[in-house]
């Protein structure tokens, strides 16, 4: 037995869909060359050791998003009747609580380096014939990983608003995170040039609530999947008007006499439940499947994320399974 | 070329500005004062020589306080004290026959290797990278220290078969 179909992407988003592997791609390589040149300098600094690891932890997202777009077009199976859209979320769960603990756990060690009071000893290194300080060759390797962040950001934030793509956005404002706490560690070893040995920790402990806050806001994100949170805003955690607009619609058709929308996100689709009551004026078995079919395609053309919408007719709204939400009559938002 | 610029700005940097400075400013009190050195005989690396230390650290610590004009205090005890001392900022200096791979990295800064030996273990040749210790943090003291291992390399070299005989 089959059941449904799988999406299929409007063919400019498709488009959109290939420069976002090839912007997974171009992270990875690049994040990890920044982890190179900085695990060249890394020295006993810890700001660097921890700019260091979050090079490489915000490798991870990009390569779990292209693991996730291998799946999530796949065709639903006995297995996963409900197809494979939701597969962006699992790779989502795994690197927010990586990057959790791992921020935890790099805060822990920065702060007990400041509460011992530990030093850090930054000695030089012989380049091209010249030696010098090795704090300022790990400055350099700094901004260039500093530079990488910034670029990607930059390019993946216009993407993300195209495809609508939370993962995306998420890694946009993953890739700001860094730049900005590289910039910190940056600070801190110019505060160690000048004596000031609490910079290299405190830099470091601040790179490290950056990743605990990326690792948090990410796991809220996947609750709200895990949840069936109703559609929110790009980088928000504002709703989206959308249900209130697809009520709106299903009322004004003549055959309907009352609706209520439920919708959720599911991986980059957007899917849910139309309940309607019918006009009782002796709607034939085969007018009602008409109009029901008529109206699932009609409402899907709203949004091009929505698939696999239900209109499921009901007697009254009380009896929909399970409870329907308590709507608001008319919404502020359902006006835009 | 813009790399060769960024490191003629690093060297300026350092030059002119003085910079790294010291946390507790141990060059500056080293110049022209007392060079405390703690040492643990391991020849040739460190002999005794009745007053100090010798062989090729001993060398070390002596043309260390010769370029800043300083007397060395000599201290000597076994490695556990030394570098704790060190930790502590009581001493500017242990010399042990230490190399790079000691589990005494995270609490002493140890320096980039002066002489890198090679011995046989168990059949294998393997590499030893032999280095001094300073205090963490101390890294204007650590920059002058290492430079000046860096320009006495081939000397300190000739030293390890030379004390050895």
Redesign the interface.
């Known amino acids: 037995m089959s059941v449904g179909r799988a999406y299929a992407f409007p063919p400019e988003k498709w488009e959109a869909r290939k420069k976002l592997r090839k912007l997974s791609w171009l992270s990875i390589g690049s994040l990890l060359l920044a982890a190179v040149v900085i695990g060249l300098t890394v020295g006993?600094s810890q700001a660097m050791k921890t700019a260091w690891l979050s090079d490489i932890l915000t490798a991870v997202p990009p390569l779990a998003l292209l693991i996730s777009l291998r799946y999530e077009l796949r065709e639903p199976s006995e297995r996963f009747p409900e197809g494979y859209a939701r597969a962006i979320s699992v790779a989502f769960l795994v690197t927010a609580c990586v990057l959790t603990m791992i921020g935890l756990y790099l805060l822990y060690d920065s702060a007990m380096k400041l509460v011992h009071r530990?030093?850090?000893?930054?000695?030089?290194?012989?380049?091209?014939g010249?030696?010098?300080?090795l704090?300022?060759?790990m400055i350099?390797a700094l901004t260039f990983s500093a530079a990488i962040g910034f670029t990607l950001g930059k390019l993946k934030t216009p993407v993300a608003k195209q495809l609508h793509s939370k993962a995306l956005q998420a890694e946009a404002d993953m890739n700001r995170a860094e730049w900005l706490s590289e910039g910190a560690a940056i600070v801190g070893i110019v505060l160690?040039?000048?004596?000031?040995?609490w910079g290299d920790a405190a830099a470091a402990a601040f790179i490290s609530i950056e990743i605990v806050r990326d690792g948090w806001k990410n796991i809220r994100q996947v609750i709200g999947d895990m949840m069936d949170e109703s559609p929110t805003k790009l980088g928000e955690r504002k709703l989206e008007p959308l249900p209130y607009r697809l009520r709106a619609e299903v009322r004004q058709l003549p055959w309907v006499k009352d609706a209520a929308v439920r919708l959720r996100e599911h991986g980059h689709t957007v899917t849910g439940e139309v309940f309607v009551v019918p006009r009782r004026d002796g709607l034939s078995a085969e007018q009602l499947l008409q109009e029901t079919e008529r109206t699932a395609e009609r409402l899907q053309r709203a949004d091009w994320r929505l698939h696999g919408l239900m209109v499921v007719p009901v007697r009254a709204l009380e009896e929909t399974s399970p409870p329907r939400v308590a709507q608001r009559e008319e919404s502020r938002d359902a006006a835009d | 070329m813009q790399f060769?610029l960024?490191?003629y700005i690093?060297?300026t940097?350092?030059t002119a500005c003085g910079?790294?400075?010291?946390?507790e400013?141990t060059l500056d009190r080293v110049r022209g004062g007392t060079l405390r050195v703690g040492f643990v005989v391991d020849t040739p690396w460190v002999t005794a020589t009745g007053v100090g230390a010798g062989g090729v650290e001993g060398a070390i610590a002596a043309e260390l306080a010769r370029g800043l004009g300083a007397r060395i205090a000599w201290i000597h005890a076994s490695e556990t004290p030394l570098l704790q001392k060190l930790h502590d900022g009581e001493l500017d200096l242990v010399i042990a026959g230490l190399t790079k791979d000691s589990p005494w990295?995270a609490r002493a800064?140890l320096?980039?290797p002066y002489y890198v030996d090679t011995t046989t273990v168990h059949g294998e040749r393997t590499e030893v990278p032999h280095v001094v210790a300073?205090?963490?943090?101390?890294?204007?003291w650590?920059?002058y220290v290492?430079?000046v291992l860096?320009s006495r390399k081939r000397e300190l070299a000739a030293m390890r078969y030379a004390v050895a005989r």
Do not use: K, M, Y
Not at chain 1, 130 to 133: T, V
Not at chain 2, 19 to 23: A, I
Not at chain 2, 134 to 140: S, Y
């Open positions: 006993q530990e030093h850090p000893p930054i000695g030089t290194i012989v380049l091209f010249h030696q010098l300080w704090g300022w060759v350099a160690v040039a000048f004596g000031l040995w | 060769r960024l490191l690093a060297l940097l350092t910079l790294p400075r010291d946390t400013g990295a800064s320096t980039r300073v205090p963490p943090g101390e890294n204007a650590q920059v290492e430079r860096e």
